[in-house]
């Protein structure tokens, strides 16, 4: 029996800065998860998947990630996720700074 397509968001890592992207639903990259487009859809995020890869001038290391609805709009389900959205683990760069 094929596995349930469970909710996703595409993300990746912006090309010239690094920081952790998401793709949005007018395919635009944001740098905020709240902003991302939620794929219900395997089709679909497939195609959007296709498509999002083949922005290489832009972003590199695009993959599909799985999310759950949360108050303030999607939410990582693995800790890899949340982990990327903090930012640099070498603190005090990037979105880390901003915690201490």
Do not use: C
């Not at 991302?36 to 695009?62: C, F, H, K, M, P």
């Not at 303030?72 to 700074?97: D, I, L, V």
């Amino acid at each position: 029996m094929p596995a349930i397509f469970t909710p996703k968001v595409i993300t990746a890592n912006a090309l010239i800065e690094g920081d952790v992207v998401y793709l949005t639903q007018d395919d635009t990259w944001s740098r905020h998860l709240a902003d991302a487009d939620v794929l219900t859809d395997e089709a679909d995020a497939q195609i959007r998947l296709i498509d999002a890869s083949a922005r290489t001038s832009e972003v590199v290391g695009v993959y599909l990630a799985d999310v759950s609805p949360g108050k303030s709009g999607p939410e990582p389900t693995h800790f890899r996720e949340a982990f990327r959205m903090r930012g640099p683990s070498n603190y005090p760069h990037g979105k880390q700074s901003e915690v201490f």
